[in-house]
């Protein structure tokens, strides 16, 4: 985005007009003063130095624009210039506009994305509409004076505008430039909306036409050169005033019955597919308080950051374990990538560097890292890295909430629209308000990003690296309505009554075929060929519990029993354990469900177990290793299981089973609870199902051992493919590497449902695979006779199940 | 004397900073009478933050004096003066790096880089009624005097002509700067930034005759 910098003798003025400026743009636009002299700026007068570090402080490659009011202010700004790096100085470009009225106008311009130029000219212009209002006969002064008559006369033609955005900037200034090819004064008269006659030759006073797509425009012309120049421009403007006219705007233009503002579509690239409407609402970029204290003790500001980082880590944890409920766990890992920023010694030395060379106190030490480091990977070659620069700022404001600098980037809408951000950052999406977002459409970014990943795993349509489309929209005008499609990237703005009713009649279908799918839901899915496939739920809570009821669940695949220890100071105790099991249980209304035994430990860490910090956790004491060196944990759960049995169908899973001997200590143990809870004559029953978790590749070599053993396997495809492939599914590195359909991971699959079938057990799919259609289509293919899943996806799982 | 040391041109910074301040309201009342009655204060705070430099220049050779002067001044003088003495020494500084002393020639070299800065930055030509209608004259006395090499004297001669040359402004009529905008009112009256910039001149005279 082009920055801004306003210059005046008056710091006071200057502070004023950035205010003015900001209460059009809001606080996402790089903008900087500089004004006053003397000690607090106070005096009249201007600093060269200052509006030097108020341009570096925004630049960026798409420009800065400075405005100054006069005299020194002139001076002092080109004295600037002369220090900056020499590739930094076509970008920067000192501006003549009306200071107060220019800054206005270019900040608009600028917060649109548009490009320097454009901007530049806005801020020239900006006199214009002040000018018409007064209905001053004369050109604004900034405007090069262009030969004027008071009236327009001479012969004229009349012709339509073509253009979609109809007479914008730069078709504008196409349009003066061609004027200023003939001998003649040349004026043009908007007689659809009865606007002007505007003198061609000027940029602005054509802009003050707003001639739209449809209007019609009379050229008026006076002088030797009278008729070449009607001629001349008639078919200028007839052929789009250097603007590409695509079939679609030519047909509006030639059925004549656009004359409202209707545009047409345009693309981005889509990234999360999906159709939203909605009004566009800009997202303000985070504000971020930094505290301008000096660090006076190094060593004190140096540990108060280590400190930070450290909570910071916790934090994330938690936050991490809490939303791979809501999203997934693969996906929840994207935060786990994150954490790396945390231990990343590039960024941790310079943020030391800073505090014991600049004496900056913590926070300011640690924003001026992450600042820098987000421009280094603004400027890589590499898209892919470039989207990590949102990770960087996303973790780097969580750190500075740790140093208590109020630095919230929630993004709320006042209404329910689409937002419209620069980017966004992980943590903005999943801050994401579902009810009210109907979709996202970034000026930059990306489809592989991991706001897209997530993005998409919301279910919230959006478009990416829409600057192009967005770049005429006047946000000033009016609320800006727009349609997006997440497939396509097609971005329509403002479209016409016809295009959103075929829009709403495409939601509404998707939306009937949802409720058709959701109203069939409750019957078995039964392929083609006449095989039965339980889809199951994947459920972390009593919530999900009864979403997988609603969705049609056959029942639940995978209880997550992690939930009933999350978010506390404790273990939970026997009672609380039974009553959210019996709960869940009785929820399902007498449907099977599986109980995984706590799986801790790996990602999820619970304070309070005091899990030892291991350098391999997911090859680590986790899930039934854990359980099995704490008796006490273990059998308060397992008695809470067998108590809850009573209410249902409820069948118990061991996870992680690596070794036949875990499995018979898992099973002694369940023995043992029930044992004591016969002792003590507490009701409960005996025997439940037992199975277990498929996901380490000794046992799915040896599935056959096992298969006699337990009465299910259950096959965790996201730890089976990390364990096989060697492959940590946290590394975005090896994303390409981490692949479910991977032979071995195939052949072990098929190993598992192998032995499973010789022993006419079930064999189900709990991890990420079995919603994705075109591996479990594979995956059932392999043997596999049941799928467990997120609630929503039940629904359109048991469809395709039964188109096969 | 044949050189300027490094601590003769620092000594002629401290001496400026003395003028200045006494000349404040002087310079001020030149200004209050075409332009917007700034340009004693600015001087007079633009060269004492120079001043107080002066312990940071000890041992430092020339170029990084007049760099930092340059600095100091850019971000405290205010008005148009200080980009444009801040170039004036910016420039200067270019063709003083690492000499602890300057020649009657390497002086010259000095002050017609920042006479070059002063046009570019300020864009006025001789007769406009600014510092540039003594600046331009000053340069050429100090040229065609200096070729003996006789600082003392290439000094004498272009004090002489900054103080004939400003006197010469009065009648003028501003064509840049603040005093434009009165137009023939302007006429009449002694333009301060020439003043300002004879002044300098003849501290830098007084300097290199102790």
């Not at chain 1, 020194?72 to 080109?78: M, R």
């Not at chain 1, 892919?384 to 404001?397: E, F, Y």
């Not at chain 1, 095989?531 to 739920?537: D, H, M, P, T, Y």
């Given at each position: 985005?082009?920055?801004?910098?306003?210059?005046?003798?008056?710091?006071?003025l200057?502070?004023?007009?950035?205010?003015?400026?900001r209460?059009?743009?809001?606080?996402?636009?790089?903008?900087?003063?500089?004004?006053g002299?003397?000690?607090?700026?106070?005096?009249?007068?201007?600093?060269?130095?200052?509006?030097?570090?108020?341009?570096?402080?925004?630049?960026?490659?798409?420009?800065?624009?400075?405005?100054?009011?006069?005299g020194s202010?002139?001076?002092?700004?080109e004295?600037?210039l002369?220090?900056?790096?020499?590739a930094?100085?076509p970008?920067?470009?000192?501006?003549?506009a009306?200071?107060?009225e220019?800054?206005?106008?270019a900040?608009?311009?600028?917060?649109?994305?548009n490009?320097?130029?454009?901007v530049t000219?806005?801020?020239?212009?900006?006199?214009?509409?002040?000018?018409?209002?007064?209905?001053?006969?004369?050109e604004?002064?900034?405007?090069?004076?262009?030969?004027?008559?008071?009236?327009?006369?001479?012969?004229?033609?009349r012709?339509?505008i073509?253009?979609p955005?109809?007479i914008?900037?730069?078709?504008?200034?196409r349009?003066?430039?061609?004027?200023?090819?003939y001998?003649?004064?040349?004026?043009l008269?908007?007689?659809?909306?009865?606007?002007?006659?505007?003198?061609?030759?000027?940029?602005?006073?054509?802009?003050t036409?707003?001639a739209?797509?449809g209007h019609?425009?009379?050229i008026?012309?006076s002088?030797?050169?009278?008729?070449?120049?009607l001629?001349g421009?008639?078919?200028?403007?007839?052929?789009?005033?250097?603007?590409?006219l695509?079939?679609?705007?030519?047909?509006?233009?030639?059925?004549?019955?656009?004359?409202?503002?209707a545009?047409?579509?345009?693309?981005?690239?889509?990234?999360?597919s999906g159709?939203?409407?909605?009004?566009?609402?800009?997202?303000?970029?985070?504000?971020?308080?930094?505290?301008?204290a000096?660090?006076?003790?190094?060593?004190?500001?140096?540990?108060?950051?280590?400190?930070?980082?450290?909570?910071?880590?916790?934090?994330?944890?938690?936050?991490?374990?809490?939303?791979?409920?809501q999203?997934?766990k693969?996906?929840?890992e994207?935060?786990?990538?994150?954490?790396?920023?945390l231990?990343?010694p590039?960024?941790?030395?310079?943020a030391g560097?800073?505090i014991?060379?600049?004496?900056n106190?913590?926070?300011?030490?640690?924003?001026?890292?992450?600042?820098?480091?987000?421009?280094?990977y603004n400027n890589?070659?590499?898209?892919l890295?470039r989207?990590r620069a949102?990770?960087?700022?996303?973790?780097g404001?969580?750190?500075?909430?740790?140093?208590?600098?109020?630095?919230?980037?929630?993004?709320?809408?006042p209404?329910?629209g689409?937002v419209?951000a620069?980017?966004?950052?992980?943590?903005?999406v999943?801050?994401?308000?579902?009810e009210?977002?109907?979709g996202v459409i970034?000026?930059?970014?990306?489809?592989?990003?991991?706001?897209a990943?997530?993005?998409?795993?919301r279910?919230i349509p959006?478009?990416a690296?829409?600057?192009?489309?967005?770049q005429?929209?006047?946000?000033?005008?009016?609320?800006?309505?727009?349609?997006?499609?997440g497939?396509?990237?097609?971005?329509?703005?403002?479209?016409?009554?016809?295009?959103?009713?075929?829009?709403?009649?495409?939601?509404?279908?998707?939306k009937?075929?949802?409720?058709?799918e959701?109203a069939?839901?409750?019957?078995?899915?039964?392929?083609?060929?006449?095989r039965?496939?339980?889809?199951?739920?994947?459920v972390?809570?009593?919530?999900?519990?009864?979403?997988?009821?609603?969705?049609?669940?056959?029942?639940?695949?995978?209880?997550?029993?992690?939930?009933?220890?999350?978010d506390?100071?404790?273990?939970?105790?026997?009672?609380?354990?039974?009553?959210?099991?019996?709960d869940i249980?009785?929820?399902?209304?007498?449907?099977?469900?599986i109980?995984?035994?706590?799986?801790?430990?790996g990602?999820?860490n619970i304070p309070?177990?005091?899990?030892?910090?291991?350098?391999n956790?997911?090859?680590?004491v986790r899930?039934i290793r854990?359980c099995?060196r704490?008796?006490?944990?273990?059998?308060?759960?397992?008695?809470?299981?067998?108590r809850?049995?009573?209410?249902?169908?409820?069948?118990?899973?061991?996870?992680?089973?690596?070794?036949?001997?875990?499995?018979v200590?898992?099973?002694?143990?369940?023995?043992?609870?029930?044992?004591?809870?016969?002792?003590?004559?507490?009701p409960?029953?005996?025997?439940?199902?037992?199975?277990?978790?498929?996901?380490?590749?000794?046992?799915?070599l040896?599935?056959?051992?096992?298969?006699?053993?337990?009465?299910?396997?259950?096959?965790?495809?996201?730890d089976?493919?990390?364990?096989t492939l060697?492959?940590?599914?946290?590394?975005?590195?090896?994303?390409?590497?981490?692949?479910t359909?991977?032979?071995?991971?195939?052949?072990?699959?098929?190993?598992i449902a192998k032995?499973?079938?010789?022993?006419?057990i079930?064999?189900?799919?709990c991890?990420?695979?079995?919603?994705?259609?075109?591996?479990?289509?594979?995956?059932?293919?392999?043997?596999?006779?049941?799928?467990?899943?997120n609630?929503?996806?039940?629904?359109?799982?048991?469809?395709?199940?039964?188109?096969? | 004397?044949?050189?300027?040391?490094?601590?003769?041109i620092?000594?002629?910074?401290?001496?400026?900073?003395r003028i200045?301040?006494?000349?404040?309201?002087?310079?001020?009342?030149?200004?209050?009478?075409?332009g917007?009655?700034?340009?004693?204060?600015?001087?007079?705070r633009?060269?004492?933050?120079v001043?107080?430099?002066?312990?940071?220049?000890?041992?430092?050779?020339?170029g990084?004096?007049?760099?930092?002067?340059?600095?100091?001044?850019?971000?405290?003088?205010?008005?148009?003066?200080?980009p444009l003495?801040?170039s004036f020494?910016?420039?200067?500084?270019?063709?003083?790096?690492?000499?602890?002393?300057?020649?009657a020639?390497?002086?010259?070299?000095?002050l017609?880089?920042?006479?070059?800065?002063l046009?570019a930055?300020?864009?006025?030509?001789?007769?406009?009624?600014?510092?540039?209608?003594?600046?331009?004259?000053?340069l050429?006395?100090?040229?065609?005097?200096?070729?003996?090499?006789?600082?003392?004297a290439?000094?004498?001669?272009a004090?002489?002509?900054?103080?004939?040359?400003?006197?010469?402004t009065?009648?003028?009529?501003?064509?840049?700067?603040?005093?434009?905008?009165?137009?023939?009112r302007s006429?009449?009256?002694?333009?301060?930034g020439?003043?300002?910039?004879?002044?300098?001149?003849?501290?830098l005279l007084?300097?290199?005759?102790q």
């Amino acid at each position: 985005m082009v920055g801004l910098v306003l210059v005046s003798h008056s710091r006071a003025l200057a502070e004023a007009v950035q205010r003015l400026v900001r209460s059009m743009t809001g606080p996402e636009l790089p903008l900087a003063i500089s004004g006053g002299a003397g000690e607090d700026h106070q005096d009249l007068g201007t600093d060269a130095v200052e509006i030097l570090e108020a341009i570096q402080s925004v630049y960026s490659v798409d420009g800065v624009l400075v405005l100054m009011d006069m005299g020194s202010a002139v001076l002092s700004a080109e004295t600037a210039l002369d220090f900056l790096e020499e590739a930094q100085c076509p970008h920067i470009k000192l501006t003549s506009a009306p200071f107060i009225e220019g800054a206005v106008a270019a900040g608009v311009s600028a917060k649109l994305g548009n490009a320097l130029g454009d901007v530049t000219a806005e801020a020239v212009g900006a006199l214009a509409q002040k000018s018409e209002h007064l209905n001053e006969e004369s050109e604004p002064a900034a405007v090069p004076p262009t030969q004027t008559a008071p009236v327009a006369q001479g012969p004229s033609v009349r012709v339509v505008i073509p253009n979609p955005q109809g007479i914008h900037a730069r078709p504008a200034a196409r349009l003066a430039q061609e004027a200023g090819k003939y001998k003649a004064d040349v004026r043009l008269r908007n007689l659809t909306a009865g606007k002007g006659p505007a003198v061609a030759r000027s940029l602005t006073s054509l802009i003050t036409l707003g001639a739209r797509q449809g209007h019609e425009v009379e050229i008026i012309a006076s002088g030797p050169q009278e008729r070449e120049a009607l001629d001349g421009l008639k078919k200028f403007i007839e052929a789009g005033m250097g603007d590409s006219l695509n079939e679609k705007f030519a047909e509006v233009e030639t059925s004549k019955t656009a004359t409202s503002a209707a545009e047409g579509p345009t693309h981005a690239m889509g990234i999360s597919s999906g159709i939203g409407v909605g009004r566009l609402f800009f997202a303000a970029e985070s504000s971020v308080s930094i505290p301008d204290a000096i660090a006076e003790d190094v060593a004190a500001e140096t540990a108060r950051l280590h400190e930070a980082l450290q909570q910071t880590r916790k934090q994330m944890q938690a936050d991490t374990a809490a939303l791979s409920r809501q999203i997934g766990k693969s996906k929840a890992e994207i935060f786990v990538a994150q954490m790396l920023v945390l231990d990343d010694p590039a960024l941790t030395e310079r943020a030391g560097q800073l505090i014991a060379e600049e004496k900056n106190n913590a926070a300011r030490a640690w924003w001026q890292t992450i600042q820098e480091a987000v421009t280094v990977y603004n400027n890589l070659e590499d898209e892919l890295l470039r989207q990590r620069a949102a990770d960087l700022k996303d973790v780097g404001l969580a750190v500075l909430r740790q140093l208590g600098c109020g630095a919230s980037d929630r993004i709320e809408l006042p209404e329910p629209g689409i937002v419209v951000a620069r980017d966004l950052t992980p943590g903005q999406v999943t801050q994401l308000d579902g009810e009210k977002v109907c979709g996202v459409i970034c000026l930059e970014g990306g489809r592989t990003s991991h706001s897209a990943i997530l993005l998409r795993s919301r279910g919230i349509p959006a478009v990416a690296q829409a600057q192009g489309v967005l770049q005429s929209v006047d946000f000033n005008a009016a609320p800006v309505l727009a349609v997006i499609n997440g497939e396509s990237g097609e971005i329509t703005l403002n479209p016409d009554k016809a295009a959103l009713e075929s829009v709403e009649t495409e939601l509404a279908a998707q939306k009937a075929r949802a409720a058709q799918e959701k109203a069939e839901s409750g019957q078995p899915a039964i392929t083609k060929d006449g095989r039965r496939i339980e889809v199951f739920a994947n459920v972390g809570s009593l919530a999900d519990a009864e979403a997988a009821a609603a969705n049609g669940a056959d029942g639940i695949g995978l209880l997550r029993t992690e939930f009933l220890f999350m978010d506390r100071a404790e273990a939970p105790n026997e009672e609380e354990q039974y009553i959210s099991l019996r709960d869940i249980v009785r929820a399902m209304g007498g449907k099977p469900v599986i109980v995984r035994t706590l799986d801790a430990g790996g990602d999820k860490n619970i304070p309070y177990l005091d899990l030892p910090k291991e350098e391999n956790p997911f090859l680590g004491v986790r899930a039934i290793r854990l359980c099995l060196r704490r008796p006490e944990l273990f059998q308060t759960q397992l008695r809470a299981i067998l108590r809850a049995a009573l209410e249902g169908d409820l069948r118990v899973m061991f996870p992680m089973i690596a070794a036949e001997s875990e499995l018979v200590s898992a099973k002694t143990a369940l023995a043992q609870a029930h044992a004591s809870l016969a002792a003590q004559n507490v009701p409960h029953r005996w025997p439940v199902p037992v199975g277990m978790m498929m996901e380490v590749p000794s046992a799915a070599l040896v599935a056959d051992k096992f298969a006699a053993q337990v009465e299910f396997f259950s096959i965790g495809t996201n730890d089976l493919t990390q364990y096989t492939l060697a492959v940590d599914r946290g590394n975005t590195a090896l994303q390409d590497l981490s692949d479910t359909l991977n032979p071995a991971v195939v052949s072990l699959i098929e190993t598992i449902a192998k032995a499973a079938h010789a022993r006419q057990i079930p064999v189900a799919v709990c991890g990420e695979a079995a919603a994705d259609q075109k591996v479990a289509a594979i995956l059932l293919d392999l043997g596999v006779t049941e799928l467990s899943m997120n609630p929503r996806s039940i629904p359109g799982a048991k469809h395709w199940i039964r188109q096969r | 004397m044949k050189e300027l040391s490094s601590s003769a041109i620092v000594s002629w910074l401290q001496l400026l900073a003395r003028i200045y301040e006494e000349k404040k309201d002087y310079l001020t009342g030149l200004d209050a009478a075409i332009g917007d009655a700034d340009h004693g204060a600015n001087m007079a705070r633009g060269f004492a933050a120079v001043a107080a430099k002066a312990p940071q220049f000890e041992g430092k050779d020339i170029g990084f004096i007049f760099k930092t002067s340059a600095m100091t001044l850019l971000s405290t003088v205010g008005g148009a003066s200080g980009p444009l003495y801040g170039s004036f020494f910016l420039q200067a500084a270019g063709k003083s790096n690492g000499k602890t002393s300057l020649t009657a020639a390497d002086l010259g070299a000095c002050l017609e880089a920042g006479v070059a800065a002063l046009t570019a930055r300020g864009k006025a030509v001789f007769g406009d009624k600014t510092m540039m209608d003594v600046w331009l004259p000053v340069l050429d006395a100090y040229k065609a005097s200096a070729a003996d090499g006789d600082l003392v004297a290439a000094l004498t001669k272009a004090s002489e002509v900054a103080k004939t040359a400003a006197a010469a402004t009065i009648p003028l009529v501003a064509k840049k700067g603040r005093a434009s905008y009165l137009g023939e009112r302007s006429a009449g009256h002694l333009d301060p930034g020439a003043e300002s910039s004879s002044l300098l001149i003849e501290a830098l005279l007084t300097i290199a005759r102790q």
